[in-house]
T-cell receptor
Framework: GAVVSQHPSWVICKSGTSVKIECRSL??????MFWYRQFPKQSLMLMAT?????????EQGVEKDKFLINHASLTLSTLTVTSAHPEDSSFYIC?????????????FGPGTRLTVL | EDQVTQSPEALRLQEGESSSLNCSYT??????LFWYRQDPGKGPEFLFT???AGEEKEKERLKATLTKKESFLHITAPKPEDSATYLC??????????FGTGTSLTVIP
């Protein structure tokens, strides 16, 4: 149980284009989902917390106009990287909080590798 | 300020050589402490959630314990397939999560 999927698993795009990443909880409902980015050999860096039906809460230093987050349903959140640039290249990982058992636990997706040329 | 510190940063073990990974934390109201395993290029895989001091959880060769200040992940007779980065995280009563930087474990055959 508690499976989270992400799509796509990897994407290569040209500078200036926008990229959308989907995060789905497959077998549970997630009122809260999280978006992280991770640089090589570093830990997870929280970008934003998204709650179903409301605006996402962004961490300090994360541009909300650049990283658009939509949590339209209890099983789907999307992250859109707008006007992507090479410095946005990273590993993006989403997670969903399962309010069931065990409580308060985040389950992570497999990640999306974004490369901006 | 809530924070999580993991040690050591890296650990090399011979196959069968048991050891422990440490996660020290300070948190304003612990809601849960979490252990994850992460393989290169993949998302973290959930291992355990601990809620209160004295609690222990086991899964195969792994055992997690919790005190009021730290958690240990004990690895008994590790195998090469246990090689990965192990992440510790805490959640506070404000629903904020804090991750450690991880311990990179290498088990040599």
């Amino acid at each position: 149980g508690a499976v989270v999927s992400q799509h796509p698993s990897w994407v290569i795009c040209k500078s200036g284009t926008s990229v959308k990443i989907e995060c789905r909880s497959l077998d549970f409902q997630a009122t809260t989902m999280f978006w992280y980015r991770q640089f090589p050999k570093q830990s997870l860096m929280l970008m934003a917390t998204s709650n179903e039906g409301s605006k996402a809460t962004y961490e300090q230093g994360v541009e909300k106009d650049k990283f658009l987050i939509n949590h339209a349903s209890l099983t789907l959140s999307t992250l859109t990287v707008t006007s992507a640039h090479p410095e946005d290249s990273s590993f993006y990982i989403c997670s969903a909080e399962d309010l069931g058992t065990p409580q308060f636990t985040q389950y992570f997706g497999p990640g999306t590798r974004l490369t901006v040329l | 300020e809530d924070q999580v510190t993991q040690s050591p940063e890296a650990l090399r073990l011979q196959e069968g050589e048991s050891s422990s990974l440490n996660c020290s934390y300070t948190v304003s109201g612990l809601r849960g402490l979490f252990w994850y395993r992460q393989d290169p290029g993949k998302g973290p895989e959930f291992l355990f959630t601990l809620y209160s001091a004295g609690e222990e959880k086991e899964k195969e060769r792994l055992k997690a314990t919790l005190t009021k200040k730290e958690s240990f992940l004990h690895i008994t007779a590790p195998k090469p397939e246990d090689s990965a980065t192990y992440l510790c995280a805490v959640s506070n009563t404000g629903n904020q999560f804090y991750f450690g930087t991880g311990t990179s474990l290498t088990v040599i055959p």
